[in-house]
């Protein structure tokens, strides 16, 4: 099992940038599938990003690729999600996930554990 916490949230312009983290305990992170959503009021959560266990392979929503950038350093036990260029359609409660499973990635049901949630706010 896996406990995670998310940081880095907050208010911001539009076109400025932030840095989420994610801090996973656990001695077992470098197992998980990691990936990142977020929910704006009234909407359903949407997949952001998602990065594989080793790091090399990364997946990113239509919507924010090109501006996001997923990483994460095992030996620190934390998954990042830089967000540059930030519009005010990506105001949402951000969420980190880990997934066992080698299913879809962007699919939220094939996540098995979740943080919960930072805030992020993009003013115009």
């Known amino acids: 099992q896996v406990q995670l916490v998310e940081s880095g949230g907050g208010l911001v312009q539009a076109g400025g940038s932030l840095r989420l983290s994610c801090a996973a305990s656990?001695?077992?992170?470098?197992?998980?599938?990691m990936g990142w959503f977020r929910q704006a009021p009234g909407k359903e959560r949407e997949f952001v990003a998602s990065i594989n266990r080793g790091g090399g392979s990364t997946y990113y929503a239509d919507s924010v690729k090109g501006r996001f950038t997923i990483s994460r350093d095992n030996a620190k036990n934390t998954v990042y999600l830089q967000m540059n260029s930030l519009k005010p359609e990506d105001t949402a409660v951000y969420y980190c996930?880990?997934?066992?499973?080698?299913?879809?990635?962007?699919?939220?049901?094939?996540?098995?554990?979740w943080g919960q949630g930072t805030q992020v706010t993009v003013s115009s």
């Open positions: 996930a880990a997934a066992t499973s080698f299913m879809g990635s962007s699919n939220p049901r094939n996540y098995d554990y």
């Open positions: 656990g001695r077992t992170f470098s197992s998980y599938r």
